[in-house]
């Protein structure tokens, strides 16, 4: 009578029974919560492609910080964090890379083609970014700018959001340190950028305040070692604490 799903509802009663009070409980949350709504668009494609990565992929995630203090102020960070992670995957190969499950195959990938994680308000949507290592830091923040802004007006061509050969997520501009990230197959890896703080930490012996990067690198522990994943962070981490 009151339209309730019981799947949806919390049992209490002995055995694991559902009581009329349960149904009852169930039935105000849900007058209180609003009506339901189908997911479409973005957010049922995000949502089957989250279900799909999860349910496949071995996810492991290793973190560290970066000492950026020595950066310009007008230092542009997502440019940085391109620069460093095709830096990275010339000195660890193997997280530039698509794996085949289906075909147990693994794939090393010579072009560094990075996958830029955007929020919109319509869901998440990955563009990529071409080339990374062969382009200049202007190529570079003039192809950002104008994926967001196609991303914003959705008018990326489909042929954009495919091929990414590793992806980054720069939530720090949100909010947030460390995370623990999804990796959509056919890759293997994703970079997280936290939120940079400034933070007292050991320098040269003494406390000091220093600007500090946070990162989390998440991978396919299926195809990817825990040593490969360590020295591509520790080279990420190297490349974004060279001075500007």
């Known amino acids: 009578k009151l339209d309730v799903d019981l799947n ?6 002995p055995g694991g029974t559902i009581t009329r009070a349960d149904i009852e409980r169930a039935s105000k949350s849900l007058a209180e919560a609003g009506p339901a709504e189908a997911l479409r668009g973005m957010r049922r ?3 089957q492609r989250m279900a799909a990565a999860h349910a496949e992929v071995a996810s492991a995630t290793v973190t560290d910080d970066a000492d950026i203090h020595e950066w310009r102020k007008d230092e542009d960070a997502s440019v940085r964090l391109m620069r460093a992670i095709a830096a990275a995957c010339r000195a660890e190969p193997a997280l530039n890379a698509w794996y085949n499950s289906g075909a147990d195959a693994l794939r090393l990938v010579q072009r560094i083609d990075i996958g830029i994680a ?3 308000e319509g869901g998440l ?3 990529v970014m071409r080339n990374v290592a062969e382009r200049d830091a202007r190529d570079l923040r ?3 700018d104008r994926l967001r802004t196609d991303a914003v007006a959705r008018s990326i061509p489909p042929e954009e959001l495919r091929g990414a050969t590793i992806t980054l997520s720069n939530f720090g501009m949100i909010g947030g340190r460390f995370a623990s990230l999804v990796v959509v197959p056919p890759q293997v890896a994703i970079v997280g950028a936290g ?3 400034q933070l007292v930490v050991a320098h040269h012996g003494q406390p000091a305040v220093r600007r500090m990067l946070p990162l989390s690198l998440t991978f396919d522990h299926r195809v990817v070692t ?3 994943a360590a020295r591509f962070l520790v080279a990420l981490r190297s490349d974004l604490e060279r001075a500007s």
């Open 45 to 47: 494609a995000m949502a």
């Open 118 to 120: 955007i929020d919109t």
């Open 125 to 127: 949507i990955v563009p």
């Open 226 to 228: 825990g040593g490969e």
């Open 195 to 197: 939120r940079i703080a």
């Open 142 to 144: 003039a192809g950002l």
């Open 8 to 13: 949806a509802v919390q049992a209490t009663g």
